[in-house]
């Protein structure tokens, strides 16, 4: 069987596969149907209230006993300055043009809240078997009654500097996040992406760097790739992208066909639509503003101006506005529903370990 049951005991789980958490494009449902299939279904809460969260949370727990994740940014929230935001108005102005729209008229603020005590509450109440969370770590009050309702916590790693610092601070595992990945950087101790080792160069490394067990994230979306991973020393994987073009994904139609279309060079690291570096696949105000933009406002204000262009956009079924985060590996997913989708890829993955074990 598998070759490394460290995450497997930890997490309770049928199989060391994480669902990665993807806000905004998934909820319960696709949670559901992952721990359905054996995996850790991770819940994204950085997009939604407490109140949501706690919501879901007991949706989840109606429908499977399985373990779940609820992960949290806790990025530490910068003010946007209004010369930034003009700055940001103006070089969008053209696009608010095209679409008919009034660059000057009010817009409700990005949405990308970090753990805060009342997340926490929610928390403590619900008990989930484990909270991750990306950006770091919150502050160490938190994290401490985070811990002392039993819940195990994991936080995601660019780097092996940044997997020892998690592991001081008192995680139970770490995600190492190589540059393949889809969606935001997890990075928390440098902000220069051209520092971040792909996956297959940083999960050995991390792997010899740390005790605890540690989940391989990026560029994994098949058995090949799981398989791969336990070579090289992890524990577990997280994949997201092989699982966007499920049924139970809240992808919209016009998204799941660029999704569909996509291949290996078609995914860009880039800080226009959030402010903060991402991966995902290039749209039009990504490849003419960017990708990579000293006019986009910090995170997450940058996706405050887009927030009207993208509504626009999507109800004539364009997404040159949307953010379909996705990593280098979305070429190989699949129309699957994601416990079929999951059991799978636990499947293959054996049966590959089985060969190269002889």
């Not at 991770?42 to 109140?51: F, G, H, K, V, Y």
Request: include cysteine; charged fraction near 20%.
């Amino acid at each position: 069987m598998w070759p490394n049951r460290r995450l497997i005991d930890l997490f309770k789980t049928e199989f060391p596969i994480v669902l990665a958490p993807m806000a905004g494009i998934m909820d319960a449902e696709l949670v559901i149907a992952a721990a359905q299939g054996g995996a850790l279904g991770s819940l994204p809460c950085a997009m939604i209230s407490a109140e949501k969260a706690r919501e879901q949370v007991n949706i989840i727990r109606q429908r499977v006993s399985a373990p779940i994740n609820v992960n949290f940014f806790c990025h530490k929230p910068l003010e946007l300055s209004a010369e930034s935001e003009a700055r940001w108005k103006e070089r969008l102005t053209p696009y608010y043009e095209e679409y008919g729209l009034d660059p000057s008229a009010p817009i409700a603020a990005a949405n990308r809240a970090p753990f805060d005590a009342a997340f926490c509450d929610v928390v403590e109440e619900l008990k989930p078997e484990v909270v991750s969370f990306h950006f770091g770590l919150p502050d160490q009050a938190l994290l401490r009654r985070v811990k002392a309702a039993g819940c195990l916590v994991i936080s995601s790693a660019t780097t092996v500097k940044e997997a020892v610092w998690l592991e001081q601070n008192g995680v139970d595992a770490v995600i190492a996040q190589g540059a393949e990945a889809g969606g935001h950087r997890g990075m928390f101790l440098t902000d220069n992406i051209a520092e971040q080792p792909g996956t297959f160069a940083l999960v050995p490394q991390v792997v010899d760097a740390v005790k605890v067990p540690v989940i391989a994230a990026g560029g994994i979306a098949d058995g090949r790739g799981i398989a791969a991973a336990f070579a090289l020393g992890a524990s577990g994987v997280q994949i997201g992208s092989a699982y966007l073009r499920c049924p139970e994904s809240k992808v919209s139609v016009s998204a799941r066909k660029a999704l569909a279309e996509a291949g290996d060079a078609s995914t860009v690291i880039t800080n226009v639509m959030t402010g903060r570096p991402a991966r995902g696949v290039a749209n039009r105000v990504m490849r003419e503003v960017g990708p990579i933009s000293p006019d986009a406002p910090s995170f997450p204000h940058a996706a405050t101006a887009l927030g009207p262009l993208k509504a626009a956009a999507e109800k004539q079924g364009r997404v040159e506005f949307t953010n379909l985060w996705a990593g280098q590996a979305i070429g190989l997913g699949r129309e699957v529903p994601a416990a079929e989708l999951t059991r799978d890829l636990a499947k293959t993955a054996l049966a590959r370990l089985k060969a190269l074990a002889g």
